[in-house]
């Protein structure tokens, strides 16, 4: 079996896989990983794809996410060849992270990651009318404060990935405090994250970017218990080195399953 990088002409084959999934990518989606920075590896085995994996650099994190490996091809160890490539290539990061559904964790803990939090992917319930005291100011360029605040929420240094959100999404600005979240109106997978608020703003922050998503917009939210949610399912965050940073009191929700 060979890992490689995946190049464009891969792209309408990892799309079928992740399909079957139900993962909704398109072949925008991997380029658009490329442009933000993140690598597509593929496994190979007498040329065809049998698996795959993308990672990130997020300065001292490195990110992984996409592990996946063709049914047919799973139980001979394919997940955990690709799952060791991406750390290695990843071997200069203090910590590499992942996000898991959790009947994908012991697969992951088996490789030796660590249960580092739970967080729960949710959606807006129908039909409850949001009140809201935060008055949202929408479409707000992304600012160098933004960038921080994202840094010390999640530790992770990701400037392009965040810009690259923010040009295919929205960035809503709760006016007169400091926080951001970003909304993605995608007709077939509309989403919201990371949301970053101050205490005592971000729930309705959360709240309100939901609904902008549209229809069936789902994030990744810290927090259990939350007024107008459905949550869905749960998932976990694991790491490989260094335990990871998390600023509790404003982050609300994480940027995707993808983009942790
Ligand atoms: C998770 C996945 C990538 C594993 O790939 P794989 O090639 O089957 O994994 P491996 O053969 O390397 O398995 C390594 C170990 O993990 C275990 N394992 C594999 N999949 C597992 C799962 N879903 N849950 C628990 N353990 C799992 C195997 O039993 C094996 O343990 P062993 O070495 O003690 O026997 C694959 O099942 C998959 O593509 N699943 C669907 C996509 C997905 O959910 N990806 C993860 C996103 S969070």
Not at 10 to 36: A, H
Not at 160 to 182: C, H, N, Q, S, T
Not at 248 to 259: D, H, K, N, P, W
Request: proline share 3%; with cysteine; glycine share 12%.
């Amino acid at each position: 079996m060979e890992i490689r990088e995946a190049d464009h002409k891969d792209f309408p084959v990892l799309v079928m896989l992740t399909e079957i999934e139900g993962w909704n990518y398109t072949e925008e989606d991997f380029n658009w990983f490329s442009r933000v920075g993140g690598k597509t590896l593929v496994a190979t085995n007498m040329g065809e794809i049998v698996g795959m994996g993308t990672i990130f650099d997020y300065g001292n994190v490195g990110w992984i996410s996409n592990i996946l490996v063709k049914p047919r091809e799973r139980g001979h160890g394919i997940g955990a060849e690709i799952l060791t490539e991406c750390v290695r290539r990843l071997y200069d990061k203090s910590t590499v992270a992942l996000f898991s559904y959790e009947r994908s964790a012991d697969f992951y803990e088996a490789n030796g990651f660590r249960l580092d939090l739970e967080a729960h992917l949710v959606s807006l319930k129908s039909g409850d009318a949001i009140g809201g005291r935060v008055e949202v100011l929408v479409g707000a360029e992304v600012e160098a404060s933004m960038l921080r605040m994202d840094q010390e929420c999640f530790g992770y240094e990701r400037r392009r990935v965040i810009k690259g959100m923010a040009e295919r999404g929205i960035v809503l600005k709760p006016r007169g405090w400091d926080g951001f979240a970003i909304v993605r109106k995608d007709p077939v997978e509309p989403s919201v994250g990371p949301v970053i608020s101050e205490k005592g703003t971000g729930h309705e922050l959360l709240l309100v970017s939901l609904e902008a998503a549209g229809p069936n917009a789902k994030a990744v939210v810290l927090e259990e218990g939350i007024e107008f949610l459905i949550y869905e399912e749960r998932i976990r965050r694991l790491y490989f080195g260094a335990p990871l940073k998390i600023d509790r009191s404003r982050a609300v929700a994480f940027a995707g399953l993808e983009l942790g």
